[in-house]
Structure formats: structure tokens, C-alpha cells
């Protein structure tokens, strides 16, 4: 199985940027230099493993939320869109999409 080291880049990029970090701040909290970050970023450089966990770290998000596109089980793709979703949700708000959800999917059992 070969990386799709652009995807991984484009991920970390896209979530560096949510959370308003620049390159230069990332690096200093991942302890790598900026440019490197920048290679990983446009896929030039691979990133390791050690690299790969500091930033999962640093950005608060797990391994598969930046692994997703290369992963061949879809359900891991939709874990990540799902804990994003969830991540910032309040108690209130969690209860109501639960609830939306489990609404939703019946609907479409019955309607099928």
C-alpha cells in the first residue's frame, strides 16, 4: 500500500488553518522546522510517524481525521467527519443531532 502524502498534507493543512496556526507556530509546537512543515503540507516530504502523532497532538485531532483519504475502510472516513462534527457540540446540542440522526435514519428505513 503506497501514501497519498499530498492527501495527508492537504489534511493537516486544512486543519492547521481551521484552528488559525501558521506554519511557523505548528513547527515550533511540533519541533520541526518550518519549511519541513511546508514540504509535508504540499506532500514533497513525507511525514513520520513520530512527526505525524506531535501534530495530531498539537492540533487536537486524531490520526485518522489526517489518514482518512488513504484508509480503505470508508467507516473510518465518516468516524472523523462525525467526531468533528461532535467535537465542539455542547451536551444540548449532541442530544439534538443524536436525535436528528436516529430520526432521520428511520425515515429512511421506512420509506425505503
Known amino acids: 500500500m503506497s501514501l497519498d502524502y499530498k492527501r495527508i ?12 496556526l501558521t506554519q511557523d507556530v505548528l513547527a515550533e509546537k ?5 519549511n519541513h512543515i511546508s514540504h509535508v503540507e504540499i506532500g514533497s516530504s513525507p511525514v513520520s510517524l513520530p512527526a505525524l502523532i506531535k501534530i495530531c497532538e498539537i492540533l487536537g485531532v486524531t490520526a485518522d481525521r489526517l489518514l482518512y483519504d488513504n484508509l480503505s475502510q470508508p467507516t473510518a472516513h465518516l468516524s472523523a467527519i462525525v467526531s468533528d462534527c461532535f467535537a465542539d457540540a455542547s451536551p444540548q446540542e449532541t442530544n439534538v443531532m443524536l436525535a436528528v440522526a436516529h430520526s432521520a435514519k428511520q425515515a429512511l428505513r421506512e420509506n425505503s
Do not use: T
Open 30 to 34: 511540533v519541533e520541526l522546522s518550518s
Open 9 to 20: 498534507g492537504r489534511n493537516i493543512r486544512e486543519v492547521r488553518r481551521s484552528q488559525g
